[in-house]
T-cell receptor, first 109, second 116 residues
Framework: GIQVEQSPPDLILQEGANSTLRCNFSDSVNNLQWFHQNPWGQLINLFYIPSGTKQNGRLSATTVATERYSLLYISSSQTTDSGVYFCAAYNQAGTALIFGKGTTLSVSS | DGGITQSPKYLFRKEGQNVTLSCEQNLNHDAMYWYRQDPGQGLRLIYY???????QKGDIAEGYSVSREKKESFPLTVTSAQKNPTAFYLCASSLSRDRGLYQPQHFGDGTRLSIL
């Protein structure tokens, strides 16, 4: 089945820094989502981005489906950006999201 | 406000006991899902349902059971056969596929299950 790999596994930033998180997937995908899991465990939808580029405030995402990767950009990071970022893609049957292991981001002031 | 409500937030299970986690959505979504998350890991699928009165096993269904009697509700029972139930459980829902594109999943706030 499809495999999803994220890098880096951990990232430590000073407030105000920019960062790029990467998601590679092993096969063509029909749908790709980025999530932020906050320290309380809530999984918050960031982007639904099967292809192309989207922006939402300080966050943006790009998916290049033909090359099987997606990137999440965080600009001017804030302490509230801390948490775990997951990307996930639907399996071939379209019945479930396959998650990567996440990137743990720590932003200090 | 539309959303997905999971209850309880915290649950403790005694040995040999079955427990049921509730998941309700008012988004009018057809499909619902249960995932399990272990510390430091991503989510893994337990069960999913694409329509009322129908559900399918996911990757780690052993020791769990579900029902889908109403569109809005998809409860998960953790049975005594599940030997390592301590985890964070997340419920999700989505619309059906639209013009060939799978729709985004939306998640509840989760239930943390621990063994006494």
């Amino acid at each position: 089945g499809i495999q999803v790999e994220q890098s880096p596994p951990d990232l430590i930033l000073q407030e105000g820094a920019n960062s790029t998180l990467r998601c590679n997937f092993s096969d063509s995908v029909n749908n790709l989502q980025w999530f932020h899991q906050n320290p309380w465990g809530q999984l918050i939808n960031l982007f639904y981005i099967p292809s192309g580029t989207k922006q939402n405030g300080r966050l943006s995402a790009t998916t290049v489906a033909t090359e099987r990767y997606s990137l999440l950009y965080i600009s001017s990071s804030q302490t509230t950006d801390s948490g775990v970022y997951f990307c996930a893609a639907y399996n071939q049957a379209g019945t479930a999201l396959i998650f990567g292991k996440g990137t743990t981001l720590s932003v200090s002031s | 406000d539309g959303g997905i409500t999971q209850s309880p937030k915290y649950l403790f299970r005694k040995e040999g006991q079955n427990v049921t986690l509730s998941c309700e959505q008012n988004l009018n979504h057809d499909a619902m899902y249960w995932y399990r998350q272990d510390p430091g890991q991503g989510l893994r699928l337990i069960y999913y349902s694409q329509i009322v009165n129908d559900f399918q096993k996911g990757d780690i269904a052993e020791g769990y059971s579900v029902s889908r009697e109403k569109k809005e509700s998809f409860p998960l029972t953790v049975t005594s056969a599940q030997k390592n139930p301590t985890a964070f459980y997340l419920c999700a829902s989505s619309l059906s596929r639209d013009r060939g594109l799978y729709q985004p999943q939306h998640f509840g706030d989760g239930t943390r299950l621990s063994i006494l």
